[in-house]
Each structure stands twice: as structure tokens, then as C-alpha cells.
């Protein structure tokens, strides 16, 4: 176990669901899937809440739909004591306006609880990378909600000419690393371009950034 919790490769991963039998379907696959330990399960937010930071996980993967506090206020709180942490959201609902609540909190991905296995231990797997993963279904929604908003030209030319390489990777669907290898800098570099992006187009996170400004 020690050597286990000392592996800088494996993905630690939590659990906040507050049905008991899914709660323990998410883990055991969780346990079986090489790469990954699962470093924690809640069956509340607020559990979650007292107990998370002591684990330190790289991936929590969130029921939006729990008893007492929501996932989504559960996620913007925990941006605050985990700020390196990725967050999917699972669910059983596509309701727009749940979307981006998850989203404007601080979610970087969003899959309906019914996703395959691999789809979901991909999912883990890529938003540690520093990609946005969603159910197809998902993302259309998304997509098309934010293009109901175009960019102005003054927003898009305040991008430099790096900030536009990387906003157009992202949209391409690279992650993190594969852009810093794409461009030869690091992906603490990276991270700092997409940051700055985020500030000057006015938008809260990578994913309102792409598909808002992203597209070709």
C-alpha cells in the first residue's frame, strides 16, 4: 500500500456518489484498472469536504445530484483547498443549465453515469493530461450554447501569437502535454499560457475558451 501511495504514475483518484451500490461499482473498477488507486469514497459533500484534502487526490470524479450540498457547490469549494485537482462530473442528467453551473464551478469534464468502463477510465486518464472529457452528447450542448455568444475582435486580438498556437491545440483536442512537447516549453508553461487566455478572452476555463474561440 505504501509503495502504492508513494508512485508518482498512478492516478489518485476519489469518489463522492451518494448511492452506496454505485459508490462501490465506481471503486471496484477503480481498484482493477491498472494505473490508478482510489485514494478515498464519500457518500456526501459534505464528507467530502472534511476528509478530501487529506488524501490529496489527482482526479474526483462527483455525483452532481446529492443529498444536502450539491456537486456543484461541493466542486467550487473544493477549488479552494484543491486547486490542482480535476474534476468529472457524473450524472444522470443533461440538463443545460446543470452543465454549465458544473462548468462555471469549476468542473473539467462531464459524463452521464451510464458511460462504458473504458470511457471512463479514458476520461480519468485524460483530464489528468489537461483535457476536457464529455460525453458526445455533452459537448454539442456545450458547443452550441457558447456559440450562441461570438467573440469580439477586440477580445480575440488581445491573444499573442503563443496564446493562439495554444487556444488552437486545445481546440484540436491536444492536452497539456502533448502541447508542451508540440511546442517545445513545459507544461507548467502551458498551464500558465491557458490561464492567461482565460483572463484576456474573458471566459472561465479552457472549455468556454475553445468553444467560444477555438473554432476555425
Given at each position: 500500500?505504501?509503495?502504492?501511495?508513494?508512485?508518482?504514475?498512478?492516478?489518485?483518484v476519489a469518489i463522492v456518489e451518494d448511492d452506496s451500490g454505485l459508490r462501490d461499482q465506481l471503486q471496484n473498477i477503480l481498484k482493477s484498472a491498472p494505473?490508478?488507486?482510489c485514494v478515498g469514497t464519500y457518500g456526501s459533500a459534505?464528507?467530502?469536504l472534511a476528509g478530501m484534502v487529506a488524501v490529496q487526490p489527482d482526479v474526483i470524479l462527483m455525483d452532481i445530484n446529492l443529498p444536502g450540498m450539491s456537486g456543484i457547490e461541493c466542486v467550487a469549494r473544493l477549488r479552494k483547498d484543491l486547486p490542482s485537482a480535476h474534476v468529472i462530473m457524473l450524472t444522470v442528467y443533461e440538463?443545460?443549465?446543470?452543465?454549465?453551473?458544473?462548468l462555471q464551478a469549476g468542473a473539467d469534464g462531464y459524463l452521464v453515469?451510464?458511460?462504458?468502463?473504458?470511457?471512463?477510465?479514458?476520461?480519468?486518464?485524460?483530464?489528468h493530461q489537461g483535457g476536457a472529457p464529455m460525453s458526445s452528447h455533452i459537448a454539442r450542448k456545450v458547443v452550441r450554447q457558447f456559440r450562441q455568444t461570438e467573440p469580439t475582435s477586440d477580445e480575440a486580438a488581445n491573444l499573442a501569437p503563443r496564446e493562439?498556437?495554444?487556444l488552437n491545440l486545445l481546440a484540436s483536442g491536444y492536452v497539456y502535454k502533448e502541447i508542451a512537447d508540440q511546442?517545445?516549453?513545459?507544461?507548467?508553461?502551458v498551464k500558465t499560457y491557458v490561464k492567461n487566455i482565460c483572463k484576456k478572452l474573458h471566459v472561465r476555463n479552457r472549455l468556454e475558451a475553445v468553444a467560444r474561440f477555438g473554432r476555425k
Open positions: 500500500m505504501s509503495q502504492q501511495k508513494n508512485n508518482p504514475k498512478l492516478r489518485r494505473g490508478i488507486c459534505e464528507k467530502a440538463d443545460s443549465d446543470r452543465i454549465f453551473q458544473a453515469k451510464s458511460s462504458p468502463t473504458n470511457v471512463l477510465l479514458r476520461a480519468i486518464e485524460d483530464v493562439r498556437e495554444v511546442m517545445g516549453i513545459g507544461t507548467e508553461t
